[in-house]
């Protein structure tokens, strides 16, 4: 699988993605930029947000755009500069094109899919942890009012534990 679609499944469950070029790719076909459509199962404005800021503060060599007008899509800001230069449509034809044009672009972009997956979910598990109190905090220094005796048990164990 590609590992940004793992990233982008952690993130949100995905109720049906399109990725161009195929994961399995390899040679010549590498030239195709990445084109990645997305629909996710429980699409909001903030999961939008969140991907959108997360993208667009990669900090690698090449510029990404995640898109949320109609379906959601991530690509490389390069196809859309490249369609509207030429005159096509954003997407696939344009990423086509492109591959034709400036063939070690798509190279690259699809070597830096990777990297642009780990900042996505390095973005996210950070989200995940803002809300936690910082260590040294007026909150982490309070005594915990109901802390257990017993050290907790796991789930998986909790039907046994409570017979």
């Known amino acids: 699988m590609n590992p940004m679609i793992d990233v982008l499944r952690a993130v949100s469950p995905i109720a049906h993605?399109?990725?161009w070029p195929d994961s399995d790719a390899c040679g010549e076909e590498r030239s195709m930029p990445p084109v990645i459509w997305l629909t996710?199962?429980?699409p909001s404005e903030e999961l939008a947000k969140f991907l959108r800021e997360a993208v667009s503060t990669?900090?690698?060599?090449?510029?990404?755009e995640f898109l949320t007008s109609g379906r959601w899509m991530l690509m490389p800001a390069r196809i859309n500069e490249f369609a509207a230069s030429h005159g096509f449509d954003r997407g696939l034809i344009a990423a086509a094109q492109l591959k034709l044009a400036e063939p070690e672009f798509g190279k690259r972009a699809n070597a830096e899919l990777g990297l642009l997956a780990e900042h996505?979910?390095?973005e996210w598990l950070k989200s995940q942890t803002d809300h936690l109190p910082?260590?040294?905090?007026?909150v982490s220094r309070r005594p915990a009012e109901h802390a257990q005796t017993r050290p907790p048990v796991p789930p998986d164990n909790?039907?046994?534990?409570?017979r």
């Open 40 to 42: 996710f199962q429980q």
């Open 134 to 138: 910082k260590p040294g905090s007026e």
């Open 58 to 64: 990669f900090p690698g060599d090449i510029a990404w």
């Open 120 to 122: 996505v979910l390095r």
């Open 17 to 19: 993605f399109t990725y």
């Open 158 to 162: 909790l039907a046994k534990h409570y």
